[in-house]
């Protein structure tokens, strides 16, 4: 089975404008989360979604949106960049709830870099 | 509050030598337990988890972690280490019915002298 896809891998972009993600999970899984990795705040969660449903949402401004697809992909977008919004985006996938013993499976990642 | 804590943020063992990175939670329940490895430029990758039964888990790598729930903790540790272990390694948790949530302690770069 082909492991999680992130496109792209490395993007530049400059404060204000906007960016979209994309994520392609294992397939058959029907959960997707996204993290945001930085060396200051390190790994943390941004949302969860479930069969195309926002299940799961980490303390994050209301810039930070996404959503899934009918097929399990998704994407997440950052709206109006700032400096600090630069980090290592990471899509995680998973069949089973961790919460229930689930498997997540990570993608490479995205880095986005906002000048 | 809730949280994860790694409480060394980085390591140097020689190769050969045994490893142990640890990782305490504080959480009213026992959550599920998880420990991945992120080599540089790379996504995160599962070494071992703890759900429930044997305290002592067995991960992909010769690494193995033990659950103590008197101390929180959720130990990694390796017998000897090879050069190629070199990279970071974070501790995580999972709460039940929280879905696809997993919150992250703040990692433990190990490095490994030759």
């Known amino acids: 089975k082909a492991g999680v896809t992130q496109t792209p891998r490395y993007l530049i972009k400059t404060r204000g404008q906007q960016v979209t993600l994309s994520c392609s999970p294992i397939?058959?899984?029907?959960?997707v989360s996204w993290y945001q990795q930085t060396p200051g705040q390190g790994l943390q969660f941004l949302f969860e979604?479930?069969?195309?449903?926002?299940?799961n949402k980490g303390n994050f401004p209301g810039r930070f949106s996404g959503r899934q697809f009918s097929n399990s992909r998704s994407e997440m977008n950052v709206s109006t960049l700032e400096l600090g919004d630069s980090a290592l985006y990471l899509c995680?996938?998973?069949?089973?709830?961790?919460?229930?013993?689930?498997?997540?499976?990570f993608g490479p990642g995205t880095r986005l870099l906002v000048l | 509050a809730q949280s994860v804590t790694q409480p060394d943020i980085h390591i140097t063992v020689s190769e050969g030598a045994s490893l142990e990175l640890r990782c305490n939670y504080s959480?009213?329940?026992?959550?599920?337990l998880f420990w991945y490895v992120q080599s540089p430029g790379q996504g995160l990758q599962l070494l071992l988890k703890?759900?429930?039964?044997?305290?002592l888990v067995q991960g992909i790598k010769g690494f193995e972690a033990e659950f103590k729930r008197s101390q929180s903790s959720f130990n990694l540790r390796k017998p000897s280490v090879h050069w190629s272990d070199a990279a970071e390694y974070f501790c995580?948790?999972?709460?039940?019915?929280?879905?696809?949530?997993?919150?992250f302690g703040q990692g433990t770069e190990l490095s490994v002298k030759p």
């Open positions: 995680a996938s998973s069949a089973e709830d961790p919460g229930q013993g689930g498997d997540q499976y």
């Open positions: 397939s058959g899984h029907r959960s």
């Open positions: 979604y479930f069969s195309e449903t926002q299940r």
């Open positions: 959480y009213g329940a026992t959550p599920y």
């Open positions: 703890y759900f429930s039964g044997d305290t």
């Open positions: 995580a948790v999972a709460l039940y019915n929280q879905g696809g949530k997993l919150i």
